[in-house]
């Protein structure tokens, strides 16, 4: 079998158990939430800056802080993400894996 055939097979296999697994179990819907999260992060290194990317979709600007970490030479991220509630919509979750609630992130700096 040609490694091509053998990636084939793989990829044609996962789909069939992706959906072999959706069939199993179709009312339950898949929660993937925590208490706290952390969220991404992207540091980018110019010859003149330091680039922090922080991934915060959904969070307001007055729901976290940034602040400078002296000691750790990191920035602190912390805040909370409150879920969005959809009043005019009954809705019937199937996949939650947007995460809500409090999160920190500390973010070391080159």
Do not use: N
């Amino acid at each position: 079998m040609s490694r091509k055939e053998l990636d084939d097979w793989i990829l044609e296999m996962g789909v069939e158990l992706h959906r072999l697994s959706s069939e199993l179990a179709p009312a339950a819907p898949k929660v993937a939430r925590q208490r706290e999260w952390s969220p991404r992060v992207d540091v980018l290194e110019t010859p003149d800056h330091v680039i922090v990317r922080v991934e915060l979709a959904g969070v307001q600007v007055g729901e976290f802080l940034i602040r400078y970490h002296q000691g750790h030479h990191a920035l602190v991220v912390q805040g909370e993400r409150t879920e969005e509630e959809c009043p005019t919509h009954p809705h019937s979750p199937h996949l939650l894996e947007i995460e809500y609630g409090r999160f920190a992130r500390e973010i070391g700096l080159p």
